[in-house]
């Protein structure tokens, strides 16, 4: 279970709590992410690959530039450094390493950072970093120290503590073994001051993949990243005085555009709202204590106070409370009304949670039972029946983690939330038509991932705003990833959905067609031409219910049947007059 939690980080404190202490006797690790870029400045990385490929310099500033971005989206907060080293000339607080320049300190991501790092791109960018930067000795043990300095003036708590290190050469001091081991040292000091160093050769063709790597990085997503933290830490209730303390995780959020944030207008700072409530007769400031709520009742208004409100609401202490256990084949698919969580211990609140959640875990699984439970899982919440289903830990051939162990929480309905609906009576599809049907989904049948699809909207959203900020000419463009895939799926169908059609569809039909234009009136005296009377028998009509061809019949037709038997229509729509036929002809005679 520790690979899971590894990951899936408590992460509940918010950044404004990152100046402060942690409390005792918690062991997380919150706070925001860091990243350092440190980049080899020497000519190798300037030289172009074959056929006017793009150098490794300059790719390198693609991949920096993709993790700007990315990471002014999906998590603005985190601090981004950039470091260049084996240059001519040097720039690091008080010039104290040699040949090594700080680019970008650590901090947030912003617009003009990125606006940066495109200055350096290209042939521009490369003439650019010529007379910025330059090149010369490198030394990589006193860029790893540089690096590590960088952190001496965050105040602020720091969740990781990341160095990716990208250069084309595999001996960056040229042999010289006194500085390849001050090097191996200090990356050595890092690691043990929880320092992550990622190397990356970025020169095409060598060994690590390294081209899978920097493809990684280009390809990322521009997308929200979602803090790994619990939605509530509550206690199961296993028996008098046996609980084991464990929290309920969202696996699944809905994606949303971030909320518009207003600014001052004169400073351009974000305005920060405050609430107050007056008294309407004399207009001074109530206090929290003075608020009241108020319940109409027989004419009399009853006033009631906030913790009598409260205590109202409050059916008991937030918790889960085992029941019982049923068989799996007792839990219905429709069951299942509101998206699930998931259930994990939490060992660091009550000791011997993991043990003891794993053997409940364990068992439930070889009984292939759930166990019922009653949920509150915060306070003044309502009380909730849920299921607890077992899931078992699954792994891949390389023995990581795909699916954690613990318990998948399913909301119960109550008598209440099922309901019994009275569905119209339709026509029923033959034997010929459903098989069809059945081939053409066969056909276009295909496996869904939700990581393969993104939201349009959010994405052009994003891509908007990047080309506000930037002063772009016009927004990237979006390749909207939910729009069907016509000429692949007609190669796929062939004649399915023309034998469809002649199955369902009367002869000649065409639902694209415009619909047939009403008839003018007469030239003389100015009335509607009269329309001719249909009739049809009732034999007729039983036969069109018993094929279900009514809908090759016209409206006028239906409406005529209606009333030579005595049925009363209140529309005109077809498929209103075809369920009238259905209901005269099914009822009892």
């Avoid at 320049?101 to 947030?108: F, G, P, R």
Wanted: hydrophobic share 35%.
């Amino acid at each position: 279970m520790a690979d899971w939690t590894s990951y899936y980080r408590n992460e509940d404190e918010e950044e404004e709590q990152e100046d402060g202490e942690q409390s005792a006797g918690e062991e997380r690790l919150t706070g925001r992410d860091s990243l350092v870029f440190l980049v080899d400045a020497s000519k190798e990385m300037f030289i172009k690959g074959e056929d006017g490929a793009p150098s490794n310099f300059d790719m390198t500033m693609q991949v920096v530039r993709t993790v700007y971005t990315s990471k002014i989206i999906s998590s603005h907060r985190d601090l981004i450094a950039l470091v260049f080293y084996g240059t001519e000339h040097s720039k690091n607080p008080n010039d104290t390493f040699k040949h090594v320049y700080v680019y970008h300190d650590l901090d947030e991501p912003g617009a003009k950072r990125v606006q940066d790092v495109d200055a350096l791109r290209g042939e521009k960018g490369a003439k650019l970093a010529a007379e910025t930067l330059g090149c010369g000795p490198s030394s990589l043990g006193d860029a790893l120290w540089c690096c590590a300095n960088l952190y001496s003036d965050i105040k602020l708590r720091l969740s990781h503590k990341r160095l990716m290190i990208f250069t084309c050469r595999e001996q960056p001091h040229g042999g010289d073994n006194v500085k390849d081991r001050q090097a191996r040292t200090k990356a050595s000091d890092l690691k043990e001051t929880a320092f992550v160093i990622i190397y990356l050769i970025s020169e095409l063709g060598l060994q690590l993949e390294p081209c899978e790597k920097l493809d990684d990085l280009q390809k990322r997503v521009r997308a929200k990243e979602q803090k790994k933290r619990a939605t509530a830490r509550i206690n199961l209730c296993l028996g008098d005085g046996l609980n084991v303390a464990v929290g309920l995780y969202a696996t699944a959020v809905t994606a949303r555009k971030p909320p518009p944030v207003k600014l001052y207008r004169e400073s351009n700072e974000a305005v920060r709202s405050k609430t107050r409530t007056f008294h309407t007769q004399t207009g001074s400031l109530l206090l929290p204590s003075e608020i009241k709520k108020a319940q109409t009742y027989g004419k009399k208004q009853i006033e009631m106070e906030k913790d009598e409100v409260d205590f109202i609401k409050k059916f008991d202490d937030p918790g889960l409370v085992l029941m019982g256990f049923k068989p799996m084949e007792k839990l219905k698919l429709h069951h299942h009304i509101k998206p699930s969580v998931f259930l994990y211990p939490e060992e660091g609140e009550i000791k011997g949670s993991a043990c003891l959640f794993s053997a409940l875990l364990k068992k439930c699984s070889e009984k292939n039972v759930y166990a019922l439970c009653r949920c509150i899982a915060r306070r003044n919440n309502p009380p909730r029946f849920v299921a607890l289903v077992p899931q078992n830990e699954e792994v891949d051939d390389a023995k990581v983690q795909i699916n954690p162990p613990g318990f998948n929480v399913i909301y119960l309905p109550y008598a209440d939330d099922v309901r019994t609906l009275d569905l119209p009576r339709c026509t029923s599809a033959s034997q010929e038509q459903v098989d069809k049907m059945k081939d053409i989904v066969t056909k276009l049948r295909f496996k869904y991932k939700s990581d393969a699809f993104e939201n349009p909207v959010i994405q052009k959203h994003y891509r908007n705003l990047e080309a506000l900020a930037l002063d772009m000419m016009a927004p990237e463009e979006v390749e909207d990833l939910i729009m069907p895939k016509v000429e692949q799926i007609d190669r796929r169908l062939g004649s399915l959905v023309d034998e469809f059609k002649n199955l369902v569809y009367p002869a000649n039909y065409n639902p694209e067609s415009k619909p047939a234009a009403k008839r003018k009136t007469a030239d003389s005296g100015g009335g509607a031409e009269k329309k001719p009377k249909v009739e049809v028998s009732m034999d007729q009509i039983k036969v069109h219910v018993q094929n279900g061809t009514l809908g090759k019949l016209t409206v006028p037709v239906l409406k005529e049947a209606c009333k030579q038997f005595g049925v009363r229509t209140t529309g005109t729509k077809k498929q209103e007059l075809i369920d009238l036929h259905f209901q005269f002809f099914l009822l009892p005679t």
